[in-house]
């Protein structure tokens, strides 16, 4: 019977990411990945689209309907929206209404604060968790990475998002030393909407700034030529406007943002202790989350920090996949979730 029931209420992962949220459950591995937006009617106040249709409404809807990414560099910006959000994916994997209400490991950045710490799991118990546990981003990407992090040997994990860039050392399932910064893929876009509006005068909506990074930018000289139309408004005429950019000019644009995610990556190996720098030399580095595959960036690391680095091949879920892998085994990883503060 004990077997049944656990089978009613089934635990879920959830890694709320600022660009995608994946929900991961157990025994079905992960069920949904969509992006991290909801569609509001401003006037009614209800939601009209989440995930994938929400998405491409940004910058394309009428006034009264608002397209809202309700985390903002890896934290929650937007409290009621992220709750009625997260309510949203775990009532579409819950297809039932009457099941037990599910445990949820969400993954977090490192640097969370306690406060924000709270909101990630009041918003979980509003969504109607039954206990709400939370795991670092970095810890979660090293165990979907299938990286030993309970070994007594050093692991480390560069974690690109969307909204924030995680890099740890993990050893004997805790993060040793950590490091984590507010930029990532999201900057990145930032970074070539102010290229083309400083250049050309012409201002871009953020889904093509993101469609023209995957398209022609890279972390390193690729020594190709290509090219990309970008289209947008001119801010002289206020007409409509095309232009031709080289891949060239859009790795000049996002260098600085670029430069940041490698000074976060040495400053972490600054701080590594040497009994643990000797087990990185020889294991490398993990490479993980969607910035991880934006051309060139594993090269990239490689030259500024000569050491070897691994792109993880399941780069996109190796987040949600490693706070899977807690529910799937919660007695014997309950270890690298975050404890519960004491009252």
């Known amino acids: 019977m004990g077997s049944k029931l656990a089978f009613l209420g089934r635990d879920m992962a959830v890694d709320l990411g600022t660009a995608n949220t994946l929900v991961y459950v157990r025994g079905r591995g992960i069920v949904l990945n969509e992006p991290s937006v909801v569609a509001i009617n401003t006037t009614t106040g209800k939601i009209v689209a989440v995930g994938i249709e929400a998405k491409r409404m940004i910058g394309r809807t009428p006034g009264n309907i608002v397209a809202i990414r309700p985390l903002k560099d890896g934290v929650i910006a937007d409290f009621d929206v992220t709750e009625r959000m997260l309510?949203?994916?775990?009532?579409?994997?819950?297809?039932?209404?009457?099941?037990?209400?599910?445990?949820?490991?969400?993954?977090?950045?490192?640097?969370?604060?306690?406060?924000?710490?709270?909101?990630?799991?009041?918003?979980?118990?509003?969504?109607?968790?039954?206990?709400?546990?939370?795991?670092?981003?970095?810890?979660?990407?090293?165990?979907?990475?299938?990286?030993?992090?309970?070994?007594?040997?050093?692991?480390?994990?560069?974690?690109?998002?969307g909204g924030t860039t995680e890099v740890a050392i993990i050893s004997m399932g805790g993060i040793v030393t950590s490091q984590s910064i507010r930029v990532g893929g999201d900057e990145l876009d930032h970074a070539i909407m102010a290229f083309a509006k400083k250049e050309y005068s012409l201002m871009l909506g953020e889904r093509t700034a993101e469609e023209i990074k995957i398209a022609i930018g890279s972390a390193c000289s690729t020594g190709d030529d290509r090219h990309a139309e970008i289209r947008g408004r001119d801010l002289v005429s206020g007409l409509?406007?095309?232009v031709v950019v080289s891949a060239d000019e859009i790795r000049r644009a996002t260098e600085e943002p670029l430069k940041l995610i490698?000074?976060?990556?040495?400053?972490?190996?600054?701080?590594?202790?040497?009994?643990?720098?000797?087990?990185?030399?020889?294991?490398?580095?993990?490479?993980?989350?969607?910035?991880?595959?934006?051309?060139?960036?594993?090269?990239?690391?490689?030259?500024?920090?000569?050491?070897?680095?691994h792109l993880v091949e399941n780069a996109l879920d190796s987040v949600a996949l490693g706070s899977g892998k807690c529910v799937e085994e919660f007695e014997v990883l309950q270890q690298v979730l975050v404890p519960e503060p004491r009252h």
């Open 87 to 161: 309510r949203y994916f775990i009532q579409r994997v819950h297809k039932r209404r009457h099941f037990a209400k599910p445990r949820i490991i969400v993954a977090v950045p490192s640097g969370i604060t306690g406060v924000e710490q709270r909101a990630v799991k009041e918003a979980g118990y509003q969504a109607g968790a039954r206990r709400v546990y939370i795991i670092e981003e970095p810890m979660a990407a090293a165990i979907g990475a299938r990286l030993p992090v309970h070994e007594p040997t050093g692991n480390m994990v560069v974690d690109i998002g």
């Open 240 to 242: 409509p406007k095309t």
């Open 262 to 309: 490698i000074d976060a990556v040495k400053t972490t190996l600054d701080k590594c202790p040497p009994e643990l720098s000797g087990d990185l030399m020889d294991r490398g580095v993990a490479l993980t989350g969607g910035g991880a595959l934006l051309r060139g960036m594993d090269d990239r690391l490689r030259d500024e920090t000569g050491m070897p680095i």
